[in-house]
């Protein structure tokens, strides 16, 4: 079982940029894939982005694609999620979650943090 704590929500306006982090133990980190996912209030969770156990591979939705960078320190036990040029519809809570045995297609996030409020505001 994985532990996974994220951090860095807050609020932030139309535009700005923030970066939230996962903190993983528990398990080796370097041996698992990584996502990010949210939901917004009175909506389904949705995928944001995964990256592979060594970094070297990274997928995101296309709502994100050229905003959002997901990293991951595998020294640090810890994935990143930097968000720039943020709109208000992306408000939501954002999650961290550890995926020990899927693949990007076939994921198996079995694991996830308890979340991170992000609010952008208009």
């Known amino acids: 079982q994985v532990q996974l704590v994220e951090s860095g929500g807050g609020l932030v306006q139309a535009g700005g940029s923030l970066r939230l982090s996962c903190a993983a133990s528990?398990?080796?980190?370097?041996?698992?894939?990584m996502g990010w996912f949210r939901q917004a209030p009175g909506k389904e969770r949705e995928f944001v982005s995964r990256i592979n156990r060594s970094g070297g591979v990274t997928y995101y939705a296309d709502s994100v694609k050229g905003r959002f960078t997901i990293s991951r320190d595998n020294a640090k036990n810890t994935v990143y999620l930097q968000m720039n040029s943020l709109k208000p519809e992306e408000t939501a809570v954002y999650y961290c979650?550890?995926?020990?045995?899927?693949?990007?297609?076939?994921?198996?996030?079995?694991?996830w943090g308890q979340g991170t409020q992000v609010t952008v505001s208009s």
């Open positions: 528990g398990r080796t980190f370097s041996s698992y894939a």
């Open positions: 979650a550890a995926d020990l045995r899927g693949t990007y297609l076939n994921p198996m996030y079995v694991d």
